[in-house]
């Protein structure tokens, strides 16, 4: 789920997509599709870094 107010986060903390060990530079993932419908029945096309998923595992290369 793609949340836009939190697209100017600091991605470096929290629960992002771009924390994630399935968070593929720059825009995919390894287990979400990028087509279809989010849960708010947007479709941007793209795996948004500060995208939320409820598959959310920390990937310990970028924890702080």
């Not at 986060?9 to 060990?21: E, I």
């Not at 990028?34 to 990937?59: F, M, R, Y």
Request: glycine share 8%; charged share 25%; hydrophobic share 30%.
């Amino acid at each position: 789920m793609e949340i836009e107010n939190l697209a100017k986060s600091d991605l470096n903390s929290g629960y992002f997509c771009y924390d994630c060990l399935y968070f593929i530079e720059d825009n995919d993932c390894a287990i979400v599709r990028q087509q279809g419908p989010d849960v708010n029945g947007k479709e941007s096309g793209t795996i948004a870094p500060h995208g939320i998923c409820t598959l959310w595992t920390p990937d310990e290369k970028k924890a702080h």
